[in-house]
């Protein structure tokens, strides 16, 4: 969509009848989609796209969309937060040559408290129907990914002694594995089995990006501003008593507590100068997932000068819960012992609308269709690692957090 042509493309969001499941409306190509629950996006079609990288690239991003909004006819018919024009973003971890992308879909079905709507972007209103059969990924098959077990074992143990030589609090460093599939994946594969898992997550896709993340980086609404900061994880238990247990421990660790106020610290300080009243717990809750268990704190606020929210999105990141603290030093470390091109995952993912209202996550619990290969599928997962980090349990916590894709990949 060129932003210069003389006739003005229209975005039209218009009121509809209750869609059902959001997921459910997608075709089998071009899925885009940001569900938690019932509620979210489920979208196709590109419209626009920007793609970007390097240091520059949130400031890029959002200049790229005020003036992609500027030069629509905006017919909003809905006016909730998601109505209207959306970008849907996804943004790499690093600053280094791999891309981050921006795009604006034809059609989007949104779904907020009970209102439902479909907007149009250069596009007529579809007439929703039955999509394809979902298409299953037949044979599957693991290998390997660039950090192998023994290599991540050997990487967090030389973080440990970097830590406990004074050098840096705390590092979090990824592994990854890779799944080889008899038949070209589909993305309404693993989207389906992630968010009936993981409710309570934010499951998304963009540009091949698949995942169901349980951290909220940022959400703007109005001048509310929202940071779910998710740090210090135990297994579930295998009953109801043993997985209070766990709870228990976890909440009593000095090892996950340290890892969760470092985390929150760091996001805390970094809303604070956007926010003329920011309000943090003294005291992290826990959260129990499918899989695992983690230490939770919300942290909210007033924005005072009205930056979007991609913006914010951009001053947060990376938080100590994918980096480290200090920033600078635990991501040279991460450069140096993981050595791995994380691409997008672990970084911002979201959506921004034309008021600059929206939501980004982490990219967190999640996988990559290759783009080259549409059989091959390169899922991560990371560990903070800070002063008592075992190697053994951190491998083992790895391995825990690769279940939520291996489980939805393997699902029938």
Known sequence: MSTTARTRTVARSVPVADPGPLLDTLPDDQVIAWTRGTDGFAAWGEAARLTISGTDRFRQAAQWWRELVASLDIDDQVHVPGSGPVA?????????????????????????DGAAWITTIGANEPALSDPPPVRPAGQIRYSDGYVTSARYEAAVAAAVERIESGSLDKVVLARDLVASTEHDLDARALLGPLSRTYPSCWTFAIDGLIGA????????????????????????????????????????????RVEHELAVRSVSDALGPFCSDLVVPRAPEVVRLANVQHLQTDITGRLANGESALDLAASLHPTAAVCGTPTGRARDLIRELEDMDRGRYAGPVGWIDSRGDGAFGIALRCAQIDPHDARSLRMYAGCGIVEGSVPADELAESQTKLLAIREALESR
């Not at 690093?94 to 779904?111: E, H, L």
């Not at 609404?221 to 295998?238: I, M, W």
């Open 88 to 112: 849907f973003g996804s943004f790499t971890f690093d600053d280094g040559p791999a891309s981050s992308v921006m795009i604006v879909p034809n059609i989007i079905v949104g779904r907020r």
């Open 213 to 256: 993340t349980p951290e909220l980086l940022v959400r703007r609404t109005g001048d509310h501003v929202v940071s779910r900061v998710l740090a210090g994880t135990t297994p579930r238990g295998s009953d109801a008593v043993v997985d209070a247990q766990h709870a228990a421990d976890l909440l009593a660790s000095d090892k996950d």
